[in-house]
Antibody
Framework: EVQLLESGGGLVQPGGSLTLSCAASGFTLSSYAMSWVRQAPGKGLEWVSTIDASGTSTYYADSVKGRFTISRDKSKNTLYLQMNSLRAEDTAVYFC????????????WGQGTLVTVSS | EIVMTQSPATLSVSPGERATLSCTASQTVTSNLAWYQQKPGQTPRLLIYGASTRATGIPARFSGSGSGTEFTLTISSLQSEDFAVYYCQQFNNWPLTFGGGTKVEIK
């Protein structure tokens, strides 16, 4: 059974940093593209970042480019999102999602972890 | 960036009735469109990909159609568990983009 478990969310001050983790089970994470999608409180879904199956290509939304970094650890079967220079508008639940097909259809999602950026 | 626009924002439907949700792309996405369902407090669930292919385990009452810039998600006979927010997403171009969602509520 495919499972994704995010962790690492919390309260951080503006300008601060946080690293989110997404532990995968039931499949080999490094065989698939993986993405982060966020949802601000009461709002819709916003794609944040994707790492392709090979791990050589990464993609970012303009809103986080230069501040966030997606990566993975094959040995731990875990996906990461390093978030720097956090802003109030980054406040959201962050979901990790497994890619299907070309990797840009999201067929399994984690339960999400809440990041709150506030002083 | 491709902008995805969903309409209506809210759809009031009685159980057993048909629901038709629309999604329009600001430029062609060919058939590279997916639909997701999200219930309150839950994680999104993939319903449809490739504009019209149901994901594994999705009931046949859900169907998708369209190509290019105009897409439709139809729920043929609404069940109580179908009341939720539905999002379309294009995967034809980076950045991936979602529509703003359509909330299907009980009439």
């Amino acid at each position: 059974e495919v499972q994704l478990l995010e962790s690492g969310g919390g309260l951080v001050q503006p300008g601060g940093s946080l690293t989110l983790s997404c532990a995968a089970s039931g499949f080999t994470l490094s065989s698939y593209a993986m993405s982060w999608v966020r949802q601000a409180p009461g709002k819709g879904l916003e794609w944040v970042s994707t790492i392709d199956a090979s791990g050589t290509s990464t993609y970012y939304a303009d809103s986080v480019k230069g501040r966030f970094t997606i990566s993975r650890d094959k040995s731990k079967n875990t996906l990461y999102l390093q978030m720097n220079s956090l802003r109030a508008e980054d406040t959201a639940v962050y979901f990790c999602a497994k890619g299907a097909g070309s990797g840009t259809v999201l067929d399994y999602w984690g339960q999400g972890t809440l990041v709150t950026v506030s002083s | 960036e491709i902008v995805m626009t969903q309409s209506p924002a809210t759809l009031s439907v009685s159980p057993g009735e048909r629901a038709t949700l629309s999604c329009t792309a600001s430029q062609t996405v060919t058939s590279n469109l997916a639909w997701y369902q999200q219930k309150p407090g839950q994680t999104p669930r993939l319903l449809i990909y490739g504009a019209s292919t149901r994901a594994t385990g999705i009931p046949a009452r859900f169907s998708g159609s369209g190509s290019g810039t105009e897409f439709t998600l139809t729920i043929s006979s609404l069940q109580s568990e179908d009341f939720a927010v539905y999002y379309c997403q294009q995967f034809n171009n980076w950045p991936l983009t979602f529509g703003g969602g359509t909330k299907v509520e009980i009439k």
